[in-house]
């Protein structure tokens, strides 16, 4: 299983971005992914999460109502689309799959990380 970030970049506060999730290989015949992210010296944090199964989602409240998480099953694929871009949502942004673990950094699979920065 490989996973594969992009979209990640510069905007400034209030700016927009949407990242991308490549998935490729065999997961399971329901999991779940999600969108973690890093901010500089701290830890992973848990963003966004769906379940491919039915598109139920689950958000941290800092990114509700600021962030999205959809899917595309047919070209395999999960974005985030961030409104409203905030300084302290600044990090290294990671896509993650496997058993539903909702936010929790417990999935099994991970990708390499894209780097978002507001300012």
């Known amino acids: 299983v490989q996973l594969v970030e992009s979209g990640g970049g510069s905007v400034q506060a209030g700016g927009s971005l949407k990242l991308s999730c490549k998935v490729s290989g065999y997961i399971a015949n329901s999991y779940c992914m999600a969108w973690f992210r890093q901010p500089p010296g701290k830890g992973r944090e848990g963003v966004a999460s769906?379940?491919?199964?039915?598109?139920?989602?689950n958000y941290v409240p800092s990114v509700k109502d600021r962030f999205t998480i959809s899917q595309d099953n047919a070209k395999n694929m999960v974005y985030l689309q961030m409104n409203s871009l905030k300084p302290e949502d600044t990090g290294t942004y990671y896509c993650a799959a496997s058993g539903c673990y909702g936010l929790r950094p417990l999935y099994r699979y991970w990708g390499q990380g894209t780097q978002v920065t507001v300012s």
């Open positions: 769906i379940w491919t199964t039915d598109g139920r989602t």
